[in-house]
C-alpha cells in the first residue's frame, strides 16, 4: 500500500491547492497509508499555518480515520488519542497520540514537564 506524506494530507484536508488536491486525491484511489508522524506533522499544520481550532482538528481526524481510501497507522491508537484530545483542553494532538503509543507498547507512565498533558491518565508530571 501506499503511503502519505504531510504535505500530501495537507491538499486533502485543505483543498488549498486545486490541482495538488486534485493529484493527491488521484494517488490515495487506490488507497493510501498515514504513518503517526504524518498525523502528527499534520495536525500541527493545520492549527499553526491554517489557525483551525481544537474542533476542527478533531473532526479531521476523524474524517482521516473513517476514510474509504485511507488507512491510518494503528488505527486504535489514533482513537484513543483522539478521545483525549477532545477531553482534555489545552494539549497537544502530538502528546495524545505519543501517550496511547506508549500505553499500547506498555511503557508507562509518560513522563513529562507539562502541566497541563500531566493531568492525562498515564502520565506522570516530574
Known amino acids: 500500500m501506499r503511503a502519505v506524506d504531510t504535505n500530501l494530507l495537507i491538499r486533502l484536508l485543505t483543498g488549498d491547492d486545486e ?36 474542533p476542527k482538528i478533531a473532526e479531521a481526524v476523524d474524517m482521516l480515520l473513517n ?22 483542553a489545552g494539549v497537544e494532538f502530538s502528546d495524545c497520540l505519543a501517550l496511547e503509543t506508549a500505553r499500547r507498547a506498555g511503557h508507562l507512565p509518560f513522563g513529562t514537564f507539562d502541566k497541563r498533558f500531566g493531568r492525562l491518565p498515564g502520565v506522570l508530571r516530574l
Open 19 to 54: 490541482a495538488q488536491a486534485r493529484v493527491a486525491e488521484d494517488f490515495i484511489a487506490a488507497g493510501a497509508w498515514i504513518p503517526h508522524i504524518v498525523l502528527a506533522e499534520a495536525t500541527w499544520v493545520l492549527a499553526s499555518a491554517f489557525d483551525l481550532g481544537r
Open 67 to 88: 476514510h474509504n481510501s485511507l488507512a491510518v497507522q494503528d488505527s486504535e491508537v489514533v482513537s484513543a488519542a483522539l478521545a483525549n484530545f477532545r477531553e482534555y
